[in-house]
């Protein structure tokens, strides 16, 4: 299965980005994906997740009410919406997926496939 992530770039404070993870997989619908990001210094960290199947949603404090996943299961793509970016967002930013029920999503090493990462920059 490969990932490709795209949609990063260099914003300014409050702006908003859209990532997209392409996913070639035929059973994408099955499939768990996540969104983690990690800056300069620190440890991989989960961002968002939506569920196989059902599609529900989850996300990290920081970013909920600012950051929206979806799926495109049509177009075996998923999206993470970035509003009213800050400066804490700068990372590179990576999908993940893989066979992950629910208790396991905010874990990185719980994911088998991963994309390449793209850069997200907010200046102030």
């Known amino acids: 299965v490969q990932l490709q992530a795209s949609g990063g770039g260099l914003v300014q404070a409050g702006d908003s980005l859209r990532l997209s993870c392409a996913i070639s997989?035929?059973?994408?619908?099955?499939?768990?994906v996540g969104w983690f990001r990690q800056a300069p210094g620190k440890e991989r960290e989960f961002v968002a997740a939506?569920?196989?199947?059902?599609?529900?949603?989850y996300y990290e404090d920081s970013v909920k009410g600012r950051f929206t996943i979806s799926r495109d299961n049509a177009k075996k793509t998923v999206y993470l919406q970035m509003n009213s970016l800050k400066p804490d967002d700068t990372a590179v930013y990576y999908c993940?997926?893989?066979?992950?029920?629910?208790?396991?999503?905010?874990?990185?090493?719980?994911?088998?496939?991963w994309g390449q990462g793209t850069q997200v920059t907010v200046s102030s």
């Open positions: 997989d035929r059973s994408f619908s099955g499939y768990t």
């Open positions: 993940a997926g893989g066979n992950v029920i629910l208790s396991s999503i905010y874990s990185p090493d719980n994911y088998n496939d």
């Open positions: 939506v569920m196989r199947s059902a599609g529900r949603t």
